[in-house]
């Protein structure tokens, strides 16, 4: 139970500016963490965590744990360019994904095109930790509308300033993210990698034609496998059709499928794929 005391401890939080304020900070969470005895599996990372994240982020966090939104902290799955992955259980005890997104040490040059020419988010000029706040809500309406047509993704739980809680893709018992499609193919047989492949191919139409997505960066890298079907992972730059560079970024998405497949069989020309994805009218390659 969060009692009167720990809000005003809470408020005390905000109150600390300055480097001074990191270690209080920290020191409270631990202390709110031990309290309320959520699990920390993995102490070390945590430590990671801490030497990672800004203030501002700790106190997000923070937060979400005392709303009771997050309900256990554990080792880290990834340190991507962008963001890091940690295991975590939702308010519920559900196994989640907790993606955070680094405010100081994420690429705006590459990230701001993805942005710039989507109608959703187009309004925001806005500085640096604004634009990834708005990023990470992104992703996480990109999650939801993917969600809803029907292809198999991550669901969304949260977003809250640069975090995203998410379905956890993985081995709950151990807490292990399922492989990459680039790990996982390596024990497919040609049949297995024909039906994935078709099967990818067609979640890109539903995403196209149901979500009116593009991923935009679709690879064996962002593409996990459960040991029978794949998952399709990150989506904070997936884009709306009407996007200026939809139709280069699709070519892209196209390019890398037929190529990672085309060890399992022969792939369809990249053309008749995205005329297979787009209709033949609709927009020309
Ligand atoms: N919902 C999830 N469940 C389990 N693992 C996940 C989930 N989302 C992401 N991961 C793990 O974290 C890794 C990185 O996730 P993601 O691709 O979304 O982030 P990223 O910042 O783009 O990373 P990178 O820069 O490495 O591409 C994934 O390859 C996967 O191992
Ligand atoms: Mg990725």
Redesign the pocket.
Known sequence: MITETDMGKNRDIENNGGNGGTDKLIEKFDRLVEKKGITLRDADNFKVMENVFDDQTLLALYKLVNKGKISAIGGSIST?KEANVFYAEDGDGHPAALKIYRIQSANFNTMGEYMAGDPRFSSIRKSKKEFIFAWTKKEYANLIRARDSGINCPQAYLFDRNILLMEFCGDRETGTAYPQLRQAAAGFTKSQGEEIYHAIIADMKTLFNGASLVHA?LSE??ILFDGEKHII??MGQAVLPEHPGAVRYLIRDIKNINRFFSRFCEPLEDEAVFKEIVGAERMQP
């Open positions: 991507g960066d890298f962002n992972i990150d």
